[in-house]
């Protein structure tokens, strides 16, 4: 499976942005996917998660509330809208995809990464 994530770019706080993530798999219907997102210094952390019928999503604490995760299995595609930006929102944004359903917050339960997009949110 072969993600590509896009819709990173530079937004003032308060801001909107949504991001993309296109599978290549045409089976992408049967794999959960997650966002993660990469600070500077920091490590990677657990953002969102939508389950592969769509129908069940969890969010860290941090999101929760402005950040939502929806998807399109016609179109091999994940989204996740963030609204109310701040600038500790600033990281590398990356998706997922996984067919386990265990620790949906741990980075090692994916077995598929995209390459990552930049979000920098200015104060």
């Known amino acids: 499976v072969q993600l590509q994530a896009s819709g990173g770019g530079l937004v003032q706080a308060g801001g909107s942005l949504r991001l993309s993530c296109v599978a290549s798999?045409?089976?992408?219907?049967?794999?959960?996917m997650g966002w993660f997102r990469q600070a500077p210094g920091k490590e990677r952390e657990f953002v969102a998660r939508i389950t592969s019928s769509g129908r069940i999503t969890y969010y860290a604490d941090s999101v929760k509330g402005r950040f939502t995760c929806s998807r399109d299995n016609a179109k091999n595609t994940v989204y996740l809208q963030m609204n109310s930006l701040k600038p500790e929102d600033t990281a590398v944004y990356y998706c997922?995809?996984?067919?386990?359903?265990?620790?949906?917050?741990?980075?090692?339960?994916?077995?598929?990464w995209g390459q990552g997009t930049q979000v920098t949110v200015s104060s």
């Open positions: 798999e045409r089976i992408f219907s049967t794999y959960h």
């Open positions: 997922a995809a996984d067919r386990n359903c265990g620790n949906y917050d741990k980075s090692y339960e994916y077995d598929y």
